[in-house]
Every structure is written in structure tokens, then in C-alpha cells.
């Protein structure tokens, strides 16, 4: 075992999309049982400086294998189709239509029901998307189209904080 | 010669000694120390049986000191010169603070942490906690009749920020103390209530002290203690709750305030009153204000009505942790409530509404915190042979670094489970520069301006490049004590250019030296006399960890290696017998060097055994 494995390697798991989230999160908590610095408080600098190298690899490879967008990027790059999502920005003319609809009607919600109902909208596209991209990366071969995908699921990601932060300040002047 | 050391019968020599640690909660308004004795944590009192220190340094003639109960009866005779509340100054500026007007202090403002001007001269925070610390140490010290403690595991608040971190370890160390570790009040609270009740699952800890607001949520799996997220204000609790019902009474009595007296006394019939509304429908709030005694009868509908829009600030905050956890209320299968301030029917009626369950008061909310990093400590000594608990915390707060036009560029997201490191990459602004500045922040706000600088720091001798060429690579990490450090390598051209900071709000290494030389806290001895104990004990922990680690793993190294192990073992041991602080440095570092190799060793063994345990139990 070395800190360069692979996430997948070092967690025990197939090299795949779908993921055994109770099985992800058991296998973190016994490696950080193993590897936390806590574990090695009275053996010294090195002992602890070590731990710590392993602590962050563990908790690295959590983040990335739990988050189902990072968990089918990392395994595109894996398989060598790179995301490069700064500069292809190429995509469908559907979904950007659909993108510019979603902001408009972000801009519009004035109270906090209107911003949920666009919230639920968004989860459900999203839910859809996902459930695609998994086909793609885990019964067929084509990784180029895994990672236009990637790139869409990132669009939307990156509106949805956009919602949250909203909601943050609706609720907090409610 | 030397006579050999014979055990008893069916008694191994026992490498781990019990070694005395402890917890403290260092609070707003009082602190505790606590430890595990015959296996349950339990709080340490004072000559006079009392658990809680009152959180009051009361700073006398010819550098003496009241510290606790003494200075707190104190406060208003002497309201200058008695600090109280000071943890809301940890690692804050003046600035940071606000308005200070009803405050009976002198201020001083200085950059980074304020100070406080008393008759002994000039006080940071930091000293203040020290004393704190330093007595509740000495207690701890008295009750185990010992001198030598093997170490502390000291409590912050979840929303601490690094600085407020950093100063509250430096008063640790100030006070004598071997920091095992910074750990956050609600998780050291969900610890103690989770191994006393045997509770598994997801459970809320709502921790409203004397002068900040914690909200976390933990998943609680067979020892292990997991915070899924947390959230809060580190300047919002019962002292708010007092300023409010202060200003209020004050108004209503037609009367003003203007002498550190009279602010003081205002205060504490503020607090007395609201703490007898618990019980009460009404009570009196009495104070002699500008050498006259007032009197103002304040109704329970009262206060709540004071109290409500502090209090709503908590909801909403809980409500936001739950977003972040992505988590539903009815998810929650126990609210846990912690802080003195929590005794307010208000608080309890208004947090069980928003969870739809019932909170639970079955712990003592001012003692929970110091039982479970007492639990903690017992733990990290290497006390609790098997089943120790595992504590996985998170950072509260994003760090990130300033971008062009004042714009922060997050590289670490809050509730990042600790320790954590993330690097990114930035570039060049113009042609040609050589130099990068880098300004490290923390906080959720878009702009600089809205977040907490922690450090700035300047990158030198990037080879001259076209703008947008170099690679700046720029590297965040967080350490289990939710340290932060920061380092930057320029990689593009091959040349290195690389920084690291740390940090530090608290004292410069000076600073404490002078601290210690001035007879500070009655610390034992000199600087010198100090340090050679430290390097000491030092030895003695490494060399018997060095010991124990070949027993249980010795398997590992082959017969050479292993003499070699056991050789920097013994020097180190024989090094910690003698008197010379360098010699014992040099064969620590020698032991670190030479057990490099076996401790990856045993790491890779633990992975190993981790992964093996799993796949036995799919079969």
C-alpha cells in the first residue's frame, strides 16, 4: 500500500462509478482508525508527521470517491479522458438554453418557495444526468462522451451553489 | 554495576505506566479541568470542592494575582483590573471587537490581538488564559500528587478560527501545559454523552456558552465520532443575552453607566437575573449604578423578549448546518445540549421546536465539555489500551487566498474532515514579475474584505516570464489540532522559490521567554531548567513508545535492524537520565531518524490489516 495508489486501490473498491456508500464510509472510518495522527500521539515528531501524510491521502480519496461528480471525473482522468473543463466549454445547445432558463428564473425568485421550487427543478434535471452518466462510465466504453457529461454535471453544480447561496440569505433574514 | 530490575511475578514490566492527562474546557465564564479515573472521566474540584473556576484573573498590587471565585467577587470594587469574559478577545484585534463602550476595561490596540492595560501593566488574552490554565493545572498537579503531567487535551469552540486556535494553544503552552491536542467543545461533548449512553447514529450537539455558539452534527459508528458538519458565532452567548437585559434595565431605570463600577455592576445583576428567570416568572435586577441603587423588575417575558433575536440568530445558523449535511430535521435522532446558557427554558423550548423531538438535558451542560476531552486525553496518553475512540472533526470555516480584485479563490471548503492539505495553482499578473504577494484568509464571503486575514506572505525570485506563464503552486494544510500552514513553490521554470507560514497570533517565541523569565504563572523554574524537564520527559514517552512498538511489531524488521531500533532506544532512554538538554535533543532526533523506516512499516501493516478486515466480512 503507498500513498500514490489509486483512490479505488487504496480504499479496497472496484475501479467503477457505482459506489457502496456504506461500504465507502466503513472502509474510511477503519483506514483513520489505522492512520489518524491520534493514533500515534506518543511516538514523536516522525511518527506523526507520517500519520498525518496518510491522514490526508485517506481523507483525499474520501472526498473525491463520495462526491458521485469528482468520483466520475478522477475515473475519466483515470481511464486518460482528461476533463480540461477550463478549456472545453463546448456544449449542447439544449442544455445551454436550459442553463439560461434556470438563471432567469433564479434572477425572478424573490421568497424563499420560489427558489425551492427552481432548487427541486435543478436536483431533478440533475438526478436524470447522473443516472446517464453512470450508464456511460460503467456499461459502455465510450469515455469522451463520460467526460462532455462531466463537464454539463459541472454546469449545473456550479448553479446550484449559486441556489444555496441564495437560500442563505432569504433564511437569513427571515 | 549496575543492579537489574526484577518484576513481580505475572506483572510484565509495564511500558505504559497510567499516565496522568486531563481535559480542560477553558470557558467564557468559568473553566474546568477534569481526567478519567478508574476509567470514568469525572471533574476535579478545588480545596473547597468546587468543580467550576470562574473564568476572572484579578491582577493586584506587586504583580500578585486573585485568580476564580476570589477575583470574581472582586469584579466590581476593582472592575479594571479584574478581566473577565476575555475569551471573546482570543486572537482578536480591537477592530474585530466592536463596541467596547460597555466594557469597564482600558483597550489597547494592537496589531493582530488586543491588550488590556492594568495595574500590573499591559495583559493579552493570552496571558489571561495562561492564569487560567496555569491554576487549573496546579489543581490537576495537587489532585494526582504529581509535578509532571503527561499532557492536555484543551476545548474551542467549533467556530474558533485559526487564530483564536493558535492563541489558544499558545496559552496552553505558556501555562506549562503538553497540548495532546485542540479538540471542539461539542465534540468532546458528543464523546462524553455518546460512550456514557451507548448512542449510535446521527445526533446534534447545540453548545450556547457564556460567549460562543456551536452547532455540530456527529455520526456516532461503534467508537468512532464523526462531525458530518458545524457551524455557529463565535461572538454570540449569555453575555450578549446580559448586555441586552443591561441596556434594557439601565433605560428603564433612567440611569447611564459611565464608570468601570457602574458598568460592571450592571452586568452582574443582569446575569444574576437572568439566571433566576429560569426558575422564576419575575425577579429583580439591582445594581449600584453612579453611587446610587437602582432597582428594575424584570418579568421571564421579559428577557425572552430580549433574548429572541439572539437566540434566532442561533436557528438560523442550525438550519444552515443542516443544509450543509444535506440532512432532514427529523433525521436527527437527538439533540444534546450543552453550555450554561441552555438552562433557559427560551433556548430549550425553541431548539426542540425546530428539531420536532424533545432536547436532551440529561448531562450536565457546564461539566460535558471537560468529561470528554478528559476521555480524549486518557485516550492520546495511551491509557485506553483497546477500543480508544476515534475523533474525525472538520475545519468550520473556508480557507482560501486572495485573488485580483479583492476576490477570495476558496482552496480549502468548510467542513473538510481534519487533517486536510490542497494545493492549486496560480499564476502571473503582468510580465515580467518576479514576485507574488499571497494573503491567506478565512470565511464563507466572496470578498477579502469580508473574511478573516490570517497571514500574508510574499513569494520571491520567480524567474521573469510572460504574464500567465509561471505555475504558482500553492499548498494549504490543516492538522488534526485545526492548525493551518501554508507553503508555495514556483515549478514552471524548475526554480524553487519556496515559503512556509505558520500562523501565529498568539506571542512570539520571545514574548513567552520574557513571560517566563518575569516568574509568570509561579512557572517552575527558568526557561533553561524547563527546558532540559520537557526534553526528559520527552525521552522517556519515545523511548518506551519505541519499546512498546517493537513488541507488538518487531516482527517486521529483521534481527540487524531491529538491534540497531533497540540500540537508539536505549540511548535515548540513557540520555534522559542525564542533565544535558542538547545530548538528549540529539538522541531524540536520532531515534526520530532511525525508526522512519519501521513506522511506514507499521503503517502499511494497519492498512494492510484494515482492508484485509473488509474483505472478510463481505465472505
Given at each position: 500500500m503507498q500513498l500514490g495508489d489509486d483512490d479505488f486501490t487504496l480504499f479496497g473498491l472496484?475501479?467503477?462509478?457505482?459506489?457502496?456508500r456504506g461500504a465507502l464510509d466503513a472502509q474510511w472510518r477503519r483506514l483513520q482508525a489505522e492512520v489518524h495522527p491520534d493514533r500515534f500521539a506518543g511516538e514523536g515528531a516522525s511518527a506523526q508527521r507520517l500519520a498525518m501524510q496518510w491522514a490526508v491521502r485517506v481523507n483525499e480519496a474520501y472526498q473525491r470517491l463520495k462526491d458521485p461528480l469528482n468520483r466520475a471525473a478522477y475515473l475519466c482522468e483515470q481511464r486518460?479522458?482528461?476533463?480540461?473543463a477550463e478549456r472545453n466549454t463546448a456544449m449542447p445547445t439544449a442544455f445551454l438554453m436550459q442553463q439560461m432558463q434556470w438563471r432567469e428564473a433564479l434572477d425572478d425568485a424573490t421568497d424563499l418557495a420560489a427558489v425551492e421550487v427552481l432548487d427541486e427543478a435543478v436536483l431533478r434535471t440533475e438526478h436524470t444526468m447522473f443516472a446517464t452518466l453512470a450508464a456511460t462510465l460503467?456499461?459502455?466504453?465510450?469515455m469522451a462522451a463520460g467526460a462532455a457529461q462531466v463537464r454539463a454535471l459541472m454546469f449545473v453544480a456550479r448553479f446550484r451553489q449559486d441556489i444555496t447561496r441564495r437560500l442563505e440569505v432569504l433564511d437569513a433574514v427571515r | 554495576m549496575a543492579l537489574l530490575q526484577i518484576s513481580e511475578?505475572?506483572?510484565?514490566?509495564?511500558?505504559?505506566?497510567?499516565r496522568v492527562a486531563v481535559g480542560i474546557d477553558?470557558?467564557?465564564?468559568h473553566s474546568l479541568v477534569a481526567a478519567v479515573r478508574h476509567g470514568v472521566p469525572e471533574c476535579l474540584p478545588d480545596a473547597?470542592?468546587?468543580v467550576l473556576l470562574p473564568s476572572v484573573v484579578r491582577y493586584l498590587e506587586g504583580g500578585r494575582r486573585a485568580i476564580g471565585h476570589a477575583a470574581r467577587a472582586a469584579q466590581a470594587e476593582d472592575a479594571e483590573n479584574t478581566l473577565a469574559?476575555?475569551?471573546?478577545?482570543?486572537?482578536?484585534?480591537l477592530g474585530d471587537?466592536?463596541?467596547?463602550?460597555?466594557?469597564?476595561y482600558r483597550f489597547i490596540d494592537k496589531p493582530g490581538m488586543l491588550a488590556i492595560a492594568t495595574r500590573d501593566g499591559e495583559k493579552s488574552p493570552v496571558e489571561f488564559s495562561a492564569e487560567i490554565l496555569a491554576t487549573l493545572r496546579q489543581r490537576a498537579e495537587d489532585t494526582f500528587d504529581t509535578?509532571?503531567?503527561?499532557g492536555a487535551v484543551v476545548t474551542v469552540p467549533a467556530y474558533f478560527d485559526d487564530a483564536q486556535r493558535q492563541a489558544t494553544k499558545d496559552a496552553a503552552q505558556l501555562a506549562g501545559l503538553n497540548v495532546l491536542r485542540l479538540i471542539s467543545e461539542p465534540t468532546a461533548a458528543a464523546l462524553a454523552y455518546g460512550l456514557d449512553h451507548g448512542s449510535e447514529g446521527l445526533y446534534a450537539v447545540y453548545d450556547l456558552g457564556g460567549g460562543t455558539f456551536d452547532i455540530s452534527l456527529l455520526r456516532l459508528t461503534q467508537g468512532v465520532f464523526e462531525v458530518v458538519a458545524t457551524g455557529g458565532d463565535a461572538?454570540?452567548?449569555g453575555d450578549d443575552i446580559d448586555h441586552a437585559l443591561a441596556d434594557w434595565a439601565l433605560a428603564d431605570a433612567g440611569a447611564t453607566a459611565t464608570t468601570p463600577q457602574g458598568k460592571r455592576n450592571a452586568l452582574v445583576a443582569a446575569r444574576a437575573a437572568k439566571e433566576a428567570l429560569s426558575d422564576a416568572d419575575s425577579a429583580a435586577w439591582a445594581a449600584d449604578v453612579g453611587g446610587r441603587e437602582r432597582q428594575v423588575a424584570v418579568t421571564r417575558a421579559r428577557l425572552e423578549t430580549l433574548a429572541r433575536p439572539l437566540i434566532d440568530r442561533t436557528l438560523a445558523a442550525v438550519r444552515k448546518v443542516l443544509r450543509d449535511a444535506k440532512?432532514?430535521?427529523?433525521?436527527?435522532q437527538g439533540v444534546v445540549m450543552v453550555g450554561?446558557?441552555?438552562?433557559?427554558p427560551l433556548v430549550r423550548a425553541q431548539v426542540s421546536e425546530l428539531f420536532g423531538r424533545p432536547v436532551l438535558t440529561d448531562v450536565n451542560p457546564d461539566e460535558v465539555v471537560a468529561l470528554g476531552a478528559a476521555v480524549q486525553a486518557d485516550a492520546l496518553a495511551g491509557n485506553?489500551?483497546?477500543?480508544a475512540p476515534l475523533l474525525l472533526d472538520v475545519i468550520a470555516l473556508s480557507l482560501g487566498l486572495e485573488t485580483m480584485g479583492g476576490l477570495v479563490e476558496r482552496v480549502i471548503e468548510r467542513?473538510?474532515?481534519?487533517p486536510v492539505a490542497k494545493a492549486q495553482e496560480f499564476t502571473t499578473f503582468?510580465?515580467?514579475?518576479?514576485a507574488m504577494a499571497l494573503h491567506i484568509v478565512q470565511g464563507e464571503r466572496e470578498l477579502v474584505a469580508d473574511c478573516r486575514s490570517l497571514a500574508r506572505f510574499e513569494l520571491r525570485?520567480?524567474?521573469?516570464?510572460?504574464?500567465?506563464?509561471a505555475r504558482i503552486r500553492v499548498t494549504f494544510q490543516v492538522d488534526a489540532d485545526g492548525l493551518l500552514s501554508v507553503s508555495a513553490r514556483e515549478q514552471a521554470s524548475g526554480v524553487e522559490a519556496a515559503v512556509v507560514v505558520k500562523p501565529s497570533?498568539?506571542?512570539?517565541e520571545d514574548d513567552i521567554a520574557r513571560m517566563l523569565k518575569d516568574g509568570f504563572a509561579h512557572a517552575a523554574g527558568d526557561i533553561a531548567a524547563r527546558s532540559l524537564r520537557e526534553a526528559r520527559v520527552e525521552a522517556e514517552r519515545l523511548s518506551l513508545a519505541t519499546r512498546a512498538a517493537l513488541a507488538a511489531?518487531?516482527?517486521?524488521?529483521t534481527a540487524d535492524e531491529r538491534a540497531a531500533v533497540e540500540a537508539l532506544a536505549a540511548d535515548t532512554e540513557q540520555a534522559g537520565q542525564g542533565s544535558d538538554t542538547a545530548a538528549i535533543e540529539a538522541a531524540l532526533e536520532a531515534l526520530g531518524a532511525g525508526t522512519e523506516a519501521f513506522a511506514a512499516a507499521r503503517m502499511n501493516q494497519g492498512i494492510r490489516q484494515a482492508l484485509a478486515g473488509r474483505r472478510v466480512e463481505d465472505v
Open positions: 472496484p475501479k467503477q462509478y457505482a459506489m457502496d486518460g479522458a482528461a476533463i480540461d460503467d456499461d459502455g466504453a465510450d | 511475578p505475572g506483572q510484565a514490566p509495564d511500558p505504559h505506566q497510567r477553558l470557558g467564557t465564564t473547597e470542592g468546587r469574559s476575555v475569551k471573546r478577545f482570543m486572537g482578536r484585534s471587537v466592536g463596541d467596547t463602550s460597555k466594557l469597564p509535578d509532571e503531567l503527561f461572538a454570540l452567548g440532512v432532514a430535521r427529523d433525521e436527527v450554561g446558557s441552555t438552562r433557559m485506553a489500551k483497546d477500543g467542513n473538510s474532515t481534519i503582468k510580465d515580467g514579475q518576479t525570485g520567480i524567474p521573469p516570464m510572460v504574464a500567465g506563464a497570533y498568539g506571542l512570539a511489531d518487531g516482527a517486521l524488521l
